[in-house]
């Protein structure tokens, strides 16, 4: 039983499967900000559960495998060891993981605070779909929609 579920989740399953399940959430944030499933997925412990549970299974799984998580810390050394580094599936699944973590973070704090200031959901659309493919660029044009409602520009929250 076990050993099944080793074949079947492979890398390459396991980041479609990843691909396949973030979109939900997105499409809570974007279409129903305010609704209370949105708050008890979103919100919550239960995305960042998930995604740790995908996560530790990689490592042990990566581990097993006899990976050299050591070679890691390689990426501060140059573009050429990050490129190399990326080659890697096992590598890049973990990155993959982090990316689709902390962009549905921000997605999940802008959907918040855009209520907290009482801007419309159909204004902080671009921006949460923006910051779903390119997280730094959605936060940042949520930033100039949010300096016009909250009516003062502050370096920190």
Known sequence: ???????????????????IGVLPFWFMLIFFPQSKICKI???????????????????????????NFLNN??????INDLVALFSDDSFLILFWIHFLAINLFCGSWIAHDCQKFGISK???FIPLIVTYFIGPLGIFLYW??????????????
Not at 8 to 17: A, G, K, R, S, V
Not at 41 to 67: A, H, M, V
């Open 122 to 124: 159909f204004l902080v």
């Open 41 to 67: 997925f979103i919100s919550s412990i239960f995305p960042t559960f998930i995604f740790t549970t995908i996560y530790c299974y990689l490592i042990y799984t990566i581990f097993k495998s006899g990976y």
């Open 1 to 19: 039983m076990v050993e099944e579920i080793y074949t079947y989740f492979t890398i390459e399953m396991i980041y479609l499967w990843l691909n």
């Open 144 to 157: 100039i929609i949010r300096i016009f409602y909250a009516k003062k520009i502050n370096l920190f929250d």
């Open 73 to 78: 810390f390689n990426l501060y050394f140059g």
